[in-house]
């Protein structure tokens, strides 16, 4: 089976959850792209192109939504 290669975000401020998660997925070849925010606030900048990801076209996005 042939995976299209997507964004994975993760909406996470604990470092530790994070470093698991990346472990896991890393494990499981999923950790192709995959960006880390902070909070809900920056998760839904990044999906609509917002505050420090302006510049983004997030209609071109495939992202799967990690919570």
């Known amino acids: 089976m042939?995976?299209?290669e997507m964004n994975i975000?993760?909406?996470e401020d604990n470092s530790a959850a994070v470093e698991l998660t990346l472990r896991a997925l890393r494990?499981?070849?999923l950790a192709n792209n995959l960006p880390?925010?902070?909070d809900g606030v920056a998760a839904l900048d990044f999906l609509?192109?917002?505050g420090k990801f302006s510049g983004s076209?997030?209609?071109n996005l495939k992202v799967v939504l990690l919570t």
Request: avoid cysteine.
């Open 2 to 4: 042939v995976y299209e």
């Open 9 to 11: 975000l993760l909406p």
């Open 27 to 29: 494990q499981h070849n």
């Open 36 to 38: 880390v925010v902070k």
């Open 48 to 50: 609509f192109g917002a």
């Open 57 to 59: 076209n997030p209609k």
